[in-house]
């Protein structure tokens, strides 16, 4: 009966230190407990869209409509730890076996997806969203593909953005400078078919 119940608990390893010296869901090496979710509910309390809509309701409405001059700010910075933090969570998450069978899974990978685009939102650099999945070597085509492509298409929607708003930006107050950039286009056809015009007027 003793040593059924000694194989039993060498089946549970610590996710910590890899222990098996497990004893009421608590590792004797490291007092890692077992019990313990760092994730919590992909949804509650712990999860990144409850904290970031905790941070949203801390900004003025100057601050969330132009939210990178305000990156500076220790709240800010407060949240981005947070984000950081959840991320290298969620990546643990990935990197165990238990993830694969989880029915949660699903519903994690869109939180780690949205914090990526939040990151790259933020100005986080590509090389630090890589850098602890490359740490933890975990080994997985369709978690690399998730983050790649939600990289990909931020990178994309932040470079359109950035030409809108130039195109949007109005000089002195007034005129678009998309408006001057055809107004210039305009002239520019004008001339050109003026001087063939001409050109073609003198052959004759």
Not at 12 to 30: A, L, V, W
């Amino acid at each position: 009966m003793e040593d059924n119940i000694a194989q039993d608990v060498q089946l549970i390893t610590c996710p910590k230190c890899e222990s098996e010296n497990i004893i009421e869901e608590r590792c004797q090496d490291c007092d890692f407990d077992l019990t313990f979710n760092p994730l919590g509910e992909p949804l509650g309390e712990k999860s990144f869209y409850t904290f970031r809509e905790k941070y949203w309701l801390t900004l003025s409405p100057l601050e969330m409509e132009n939210p990178a001059i305000f990156q500076g700010d220790v709240k800010f910075k407060k949240f981005m730890i947070k984000v950081r933090r959840r991320y290298n969570n969620l990546l643990d998450y990935f990197y165990s076996e238990h993830s694969k069978t989880d029915k949660l899974r699903a519903l994690y990978l869109q939180e780690l997806v949205d914090i990526v685009i939040e990151m790259m939102n933020s100005g986080v650099s590509e090389q630090e969203i890589w850098q602890p999945y490359t740490q933890k070597g975990i080994e997985e085509v369709s978690l690399y593909e998730r983050i790649k492509e939600a990289i990909s298409e931020t990178r994309e929607l932040n470079n359109k953005s950035q030409i809108e708003s130039f195109l949007d930006y109005k000089m002195m107050g007034f005129f678009k400078v998309s408006y001057l950039l055809y107004g210039m286009l305009g002239v520019i056809f004008i001339m050109g078919t003026t001087l063939a015009l001409t050109s073609y007027f003198r052959a004759i």
